[in-house]
């Protein structure tokens, strides 16, 4: 895959993809990541990137001519092949009124050969760049940052680590929270690690005892069957306490359904 940042700060990017799984992907040529100084389409002496907008209003925002102009340069196909999937490339603006970035949408992008993502600043981006030039606009949360840097940093590494090869255990993305596995309807997964859309269930490793605290039997037991059924009933309760929502998107089998009644029933202490 290639990966394209357009940014007005691309020294920012230095640490966040020099590190982990990103720069193992890149190191072993699964990945390629250019980042791209917007300033250096602008062109008055000042490389002036944003103006003030039309009608009003605090705050300056991007201008459209400078990220046209780089895109452009960057040959992507055009916007009505990239949103019809006749071609796998995408052209993503980092936005606070964009669709919410989750895990299913970096599962769409790992399957995409090439990815721009322009990095908005100060009071927002040109309209037109959404309209006209982005075919999707992307946000990682419900908040505003100073920028679509931290974003763009986010997204690379959520979609990189998907890639075939970034992980030195392919399993590890299926069992993490919010991957969905395969499984037949009402069936639930059958794996003792995977996820299946909760979130993921909790970790233990050595010493099985420290400071008077013991690793779950169920996990040193040795039975198969009695550790899938823990970690997926402790999927369960973390989910309903901390992402309730989840539950009404996940394939829930019969046997979810009698342990989310008893974690709903104040008489258990489960």
């Not at 680590?161 to 009402?186: C, D, K, M, W, Y």
Request: aromatic share 6%.
């Amino acid at each position: 895959m290639k990966i394209d940042i357009v940014t007005i700060f691309p020294d920012f990017f230095r640490g966040p993809l020099d590190y982990g799984i990103v720069r193992r992907a890149r190191e072993a040529g699964l990945v390629a990541i250019e980042v791209h100084d917007l300033r250096s389409f602008a062109h008055d002496k000042h490389r002036t990137v944003d103006d003030r907008p039309f009608g009003g209003g605090e705050g300056m925002v991007l201008r459209p001519e400078p990220i046209f102009e780089c895109v452009e340069s960057l040959a992507f196909a055009p916007r009505e092949e990239r949103i019809a999937g006749r071609a796998k490339e995408a052209v993503v603006l980092l936005s606070a009124q964009g669709r919410r970035f989750h895990q299913g949408v970096a599962q769409e992008l790992a399957q995409i050969q090439r990815m721009a993502l322009i990095c908005g600043r100060y009071e927002g981006v040109d309209e037109r760049v959404a309209d006209h030039l982005a075919d999707r606009e992307l946000s990682i949360g419900d908040y505003v940052l100073s920028g679509g840097e931290l974003g763009a940093a986010v997204i690379v590494d959520a979609v990189a680590r998907l890639i075939p090869g970034a992980l030195g255990n392919e399993a590890s993305a299926r069992q993490e929270s919010f991957t969905a596995s395969v499984s037949r309807a009402g069936e639930g997964p059958s794996s003792t690690c995977a996820s299946g859309g909760l979130l993921d269930y909790p970790h233990y490793t050595r010493p099985a005892q420290f400071r008077g605290m013991a690793v779950p039997e169920a996990l040193v037991s040795g039975n198969h069957e009695e550790i899938r059924r823990w970690r997926r009933r402790r999927a369960l309760k973390k989910t309903l306490r901390n992402r309730p929502d989840l539950l009404d998107e996940v394939v829930l089998s019969e046997e979810d359904r009698r342990w989310l009644a008893e974690l709903h029933s104040p008489a258990t202490g489960k």
